[in-house]
Nanobody, 115 residues
Framework: VQLVQSGAELRNPGASVKVSCKAS????????IDWVRQAPGQGLEWVGR????????KCAQKFQGRVTFTADTSTSTAYVELSSLRSDDTAVYYC?????????WGKGTLVTVSS
């Protein structure tokens, strides 16, 4: 099982960022893909998830209206896009496979929001 994430990103405040997570070694449509972030010096924060089988999504209330989850089943890749970025969105963003718990994680993508 592998979850390979895209590289670090630097954005200005107000911009958007899209992070990818390419899955391999398991049946992509049989698991949720969750997104979790960790800001500098902070704990893990759940952002939301997508069910690649039907595209259904769920997100934490604080991100509603700013986050979009998508999944491309042809390439087994999940994406999270966060818009209207603020400095406090600076964090490492992780994807994780989820079936009754997050058992495999990507290595993380650092998103830095700074002018």
């Amino acid at each position: 099982v592998q979850l390979v994430q895209s590289g670090a990103e630097l954005r200005n405040p107000g911009a958007s960022v899209k992070v990818s997570c390419k899955a391999s070694g398991f049946a992509f449509t049989r698991y949720y893909i969750d997104w979790v972030r960790q800001a500098p010096g902070q704990g893990l924060e759940w952002v939301g998830r997508i069910d690649p089988e039907d595209g259904g999504t769920k997100c934490a209330q604080k991100f509603q209206g700013r986050v979009t989850f998508t999944a491309d089943t042809s390439t087994s890749t999940a994406y999270v896009e966060l818009s209207s970025l603020r400095s406090d969105d600076t964090a490492v963003y992780y994807c994780a496979r989820n079936f009754l718990g997050m058992d495999y994680w990507g290595k993380g993508t650092l998103v830095t929001v700074s002018s």
